[in-house]
């Protein structure tokens, strides 16, 4: 069974690596996002396997957050992976105990990536 993702980013070129990277790996890329309100209505459309989420997105501060948390009401068992440049302790927490699945600092190793969002889908240890 093929597991599906929305990659949500600002930038067309990492949404680019991180989709090549996920193909690679056997992921079909269902949508991308440049935005968190984009990323939010195509969470709600599609229900994606995983979502990458960059944190630090264009429009009102904390667009990000918003994103993980309105994508979460949605649906409080998405699997959601932070992927994003910030490297900042206070905000990275401030995710996890949003409820994102886990944190992938940029740039990163395409194994990294590919071993943490299947983990997220197939692993007891991320229900």
Not at 68 to 93: E, M, R, Y
Not at 106 to 125: A, H, I, N, W, Y
């Amino acid at each position: 069974m093929t597991r599906r993702v929305l990659i949500a980013d600002d930038s067309m070129l990492m949404r680019r690596m991180i989709g090549e990277t996920l193909v690679s790996d056997g992921w079909e890329i269902v949508a991308e996002a440049a935005d968190g309100e984009g990323a939010v209505r195509k969470y709600r459309q599609l229900r994606p396997d995983a979502v990458t989420l960059d944190i630090i997105m264009p429009g009102p501060p904390g667009a990000g957050m918003k994103a993980l948390t309105d994508i979460l009401k949605i649906d409080p068992n998405a699997k959601i992976v932070v992927v994003s440049a910030l490297n900042q302790t206070k905000i990275i927490s401030k995710a996890i105990r949003a409820g994102a699945e886990d944190f992938i600092a940029k740039p990163f190793m395409p194994e990294q990536l590919q071993d943490t969002l299947r983990g997220c889908v197939e692993s007891p240890l991320y229900v």
